[in-house]
């Protein structure tokens, strides 16, 4: 079983539909939970950044957490074309020299029809 | 306030030719750690180091891959006389250690002939 479970897809939405999207986790240890988009062939940018159970949300996007059932998740408001890219979920722990390796979901692919 | 650098960009080698990536943090960060994405494969984390010392290095292949971070200039991944296998995209992330959150660079795209 991995680590972190995540829905490849491919998941495709009209343009103004509300996207989720979901990973979920096995390892207790982990305290640390992002989301990063990736366009292709460019670097994963930090969308996301959360680290408590609940929800925090900046601008169109609302990043969840559970920890009692280990399950995370990312929702997108009013999907625009230019929030076609992977999504992928990464979390990490903590320990005494600093914050351990993400380790990363398989990632999402989100396409917005127009 | 730049970003993660990295470079090159892209990178050709010949089999058994030396790759070096270099890879320059976000001002103030000294948390360095590098990832692997092969093609249609999530990344997978290589090594985690801090200035002058490899913290975790668990995920470095035991042979022909090395890792530093030194006192000055930016850390540096080496590949020793690359395979084909080793084609891939190298990213760089860093972190300034006060919390979780990690900032990618652009990568750097090895093609290994």
């Known amino acids: 079983q991995k680590e972190v479970e995540q829905d490849p897809g491919p998941l495709s939405v009209p343009e103004g539909a509300i996207v989720s999207l979901n990973c979920t986790y096995s390892n207790s240890a982990f305290q640390y939970f992002m989301w990063y988009r990736q366009y292709s062939r460019k670097g994963p940018e930090l969308l996301m950044y959360t680290y408590s159970s609940g929800n925090k949300e900046d601008g169109r996007f609302t990043a969840q957490v559970d920890k009692s059932s280990k399950y995370i998740s990312l929702f997108i408001r009013d999907s625009q074309p230019s929030d076609s890219a992977t999504y992928l979920c990464?979390?990490?722990?903590?320990?005494?020299?600093?914050?351990?390796?993400?380790?990363f979901g398989t990632g999402t692919r989100l396409t917005i029809i127009p | 306030n730049a970003g993660v650098m990295q470079n090159p960009r892209h990178l050709v080698r010949r089999r058994g030719q030396e790759a070096r990536l270099r890879c320059s943090p976000m001002k103030g960060h000294s948390h360095v750690y590098w990832y692997r994405q092969l093609p249609e494969e999530g990344l997978k984390f290589m090594v985690y180091l801090q200035k002058e010392n490899i913290i975790d290095e668990s995920g470095m292949p035991k042979e022909r891959f090395s890792a530093e971070f030194p006192k000055e200039g930016p850390s540096i991944l080496r590949i020793q006389q690359v395979v084909r296998g080793d084609s891939a995209a190298y990213f760089c992330?860093?972190?300034?250690?006060?919390?979780?959150?990690?900032?990618f660079g652009p990568g750097t795209r090895l093609t290994v002939l």
């Open positions: 992330a860093s972190s300034p250690g006060t919390s979780g959150e990690q900032f």
């Open positions: 990464a979390m990490n722990g903590r320990t005494n020299f600093g914050n351990e390796k993400l380790t």
